[in-house]
């Protein structure tokens, strides 16, 4: 194992140690992920051969290890965009993305082939069918990069892989270092050699299929990006002109495949067929037989000049009479549903007067009663079914901001304006225990699986709690502001918290670290619910709500935004999944209710009849709703 501290003077370690021998630096990224040895160094990055310790076979990944010159909130956007951009067939999938003191991680697919500079090493020079083939599958590839604002900015042989094309000849592979193809060195155990292992989760069914690799330099380009002059990023002897001097643009990726194309046809490097007195390139002489066509397409694709070369990917598979495919790959990120389609038929089917503004509300699981709390310091046992209050526990002076109920079903947790967190009893309605410690209004509080139990606060931290002793066991710091909604996903060691400034953070409940902040709201995070994977169709998802009106689903491990819901006319307030049914509810100041399509992010249906803000919602069952709200009332909503 390898630690990924760069400044370890001895950073190999034994497979049992969690902890560097060394340096003391933690050696797993989330628990989960661990260097096995580096395979090469950029100006701002690391690159290492890693294992998911949590797949048994084709556990092979990519780390990049990037230290943090760019601005975390840019280099965190960027990851999000690349992560909507993986679900392409030719880019590697990004697993997930690591925020750890002044570096961050991306893991990424490991992809196993052969790259298009061991091809031409191997089996000698390109003719031109090859390279039409080449152009054919990476054109369209660039176009869609284009179309959604990234720019490699590195493209070249040992970026572009044959997926799951061996080397050829018998001899023993080398590890190619840039493009992490496939490695059959010695030192590596037998279980972990490409040989003995299948890829079965890929993406890419044609086994010849090329992918791009090595996002590590590319990047959005946006109005603001164009007008200012940036870092030289990427191989200097592939780069376009502008590029070098810092302006990279759409045409600077087709220059460098250009590049990649002549030096693929001639077998020789870009410096060899460059000149640099005359600004030249003279690749012509020591090509194959290259049909006038082609020959033209490249040399515009080489143009020094902007103003000379092709400006678009489109552009280029026009001349070459190049169809794109890639209809039916799908658009990444934002996708708004105004319009219920198809509309679901919600009906009000009771109402209960609570008196007074009801802040939060809580089901009991498998039994049809609902506690809430609300601003005159009552919580309350409901029983659904007949409409009645069973119990009442009162604070008088203590606004109630939260309520849950333990796993077991047999405690009530409270907290609220008082700053504590309060036990009860229910079914005997005493206080078993007050929990003390933050130093500002209680938001949130969720119990985990195993029953302990986390309280958000506006102090901006949140506790770790030992119901049973009343103890604090932990303390998660790093929200800017107050946090305003936690929870805990049902089958993984993760807590995800909203704050005021907009952040929504991803803590292991294991090791007490913060893995990775998601940016893009514009106000306060309200609310946080992480559904099952069986509910989205999407690998591990996280749903936020926030003051600035839009609900985002995105992936809890990399960012990638799956959609962006807008309807509510004021902010969000709260959320509730119903994974059976596969629905989402959010609640808003706006007096309504939305029900949501959980996959797919249609609206389903608006619930009107509360007079004054929505401040809580919670699914009872498959075909039963509740919400409450600072008109006093709960209502009760089922589908017909």
């Known amino acids: 194992m390898y630690c990924l501290n760069p400044r370890c003077p001895k950073p190999a370690n034994p497979q049992s ?3 560097c021998q060394t340096c003391g630096a933690r050696l797993l990224l989330g628990d989960r992920y661990r260097a096995y040895q580096p395979l090469g160094n950029g100006e701002s990055s690391r690159t290492f051969l890693g294992l998911d310790t949590h797949q048994i076979t084709d556990n092979r990944c990519i780390i990049k290890r990037f230290q943090n010159q760019t601005g975390e909130e840019r280099f965190r956007q960027e990851t999000a965009r690349l992560d909507e951009l993986s679900s392409h067939p ?13 570096a961050q991680f991306l893991v990424q697919e490991f992809v196993e082939g052969r790259s298009l500079f061991q091809e031409m090493t191997q089996d000698g020079s390109f003719d031109e069918s090859q390279i039409r083939a080449l152009l054919a599958e990476i054109l369209p590839l660039l176009q869609f990069l284009h179309d959604h604002q990234i720019i490699h900015r590195d493209i070249k042989p040992t970026n572009l892989i044959r997926k799951g094309q061996p080397p050829s000849g018998g001899q023993q592979a080398e590890l190619d270092v840039t493009s992490w193809a496939l490695t059959d060195a010695p030192e590596l155990t037998g279980w972990l050699q490409p040989s003995k292992i299948q890829n079965p989760k890929s993406k890419i069914q044609n086994p010849k299929s090329l992918v791009l690799v090595d996002f590590g330099a590319a990047k959005r380009l946006t109005q603001s990006a164009l007008a200012r002059p940036g870092t030289l ?10 590029q070098l001097m810092g302006h990279a643009t759409y045409a600077s990726d087709l220059y460098s495949l250009g590049v990649t194309c002549i030096q693929l046809l001639t077998g020789l490097s870009p410096f060899e067929l460059f000149d640099g007195v005359r600004g030249l390139w003279h690749w012509r002489s020591v090509a194959g037989t290259v049909s006038d066509t082609l020959a033209q397409v490249l040399d515009k694709m080489l143009a020094t000049s902007l103003g000379d070369r092709f400006s678009s990917a489109a552009a280029v598979m026009d001349v070459l009479g190049i169809r794109n495919q890639e ?15 198809p509309e679901s038929h919600w009906r009000c089917v009771g109402t209960l007067e609570a008196g007074a503004g009801v802040n939060a509300i809580a089901p009991l699981p498998g039994r049809d009663l609902l506690f809430s709390g609300g601003n005159d310091g009552r919580l309350v046992v409901w029983d659904c079914d007949r409409g009645e209050a069973l119990w009442m526990f009162e604070e008088p002076g203590v606004v109630v901001t939260t309520v849950a109920v333990s796993p077991l079903g047999d405690a009530l947790a409270s907290g609220g304006f008082d700053r504590t967190i309060k036990l009860w009893d229910w079914q005997s309605g005493t206080l078993t225990r007050t929990l003390a410690g933050h130093t500002d209004v209680v938001t949130a509080i969720a119990f985990a699986p195993d029953s302990t139990l986390y309280s958000a606060s506006r102090d901006k931290t949140i506790r770790q709690w030992l119901p049973h002793t009343g103890e604090a066991i932990a303390t998660f710091s790093s929200h800017k502001a107050a946090v305003e909604a936690i929870a805990l996903h049902p089958q993984q060691p993760i807590l995800v918290s ?3 400034e907009g952040a929504v953070k991803i803590w292991h409940t ?5 893995l990775r902040t998601l940016s893009g709201h514009g106000a306060q995070v309200s609310a946080i ?5 069986s509910a989205t169709a999407q690998s591990s998802s996280v749903l936020s709500g926030s003051w600035d009106m839009s609900l985002k689903l995105r992936n809890l491990h990399a960012g990638g935004l799956r959609y962006n819901l807008t309807g509510h006319l004021l902010p969000i307030t709260a959320l509730s999944c119903n994974p059976s049914a596969r629905l989402l509810s ?6 309504t209710v939305k029900i949501w399509n959980l996959e797919t992010g249609a609206l389903q249906a608006t619930l009107t009849g509360h007079t004054a803000a929505v401040e809580s919602v919670a699914f009872l069952s498959k075909k039963r709703l509740a919400s409450a709200g600072r008109d006093g009332t709960i209502r009760l909503w089922q589908v017909s």
């Open 17 to 19: 140690h969690r902890f």
């Open 90 to 102: 030719q880019i590697p999938d990004l697993y997930a993305y690591f925020e750890r003191e002044d």
């Open 233 to 242: 990023m990427g191989s200097a002897e592939y780069a376009a002109p502008e």
């Open 327 to 341: 209809s039916g790959v799908g658009n990444p990120g934002t996708r708004v549903s105004l319009k219920p389609e």
């Open 498 to 500: 909203g704050g005021a």
């Open 510 to 514: 294991g090791t007490r670290e913060l």
């Open 529 to 533: 619910a992480l559904p099952p994977e």
């Open 586 to 591: 959010t609640a808003s100041h706006d007096t």
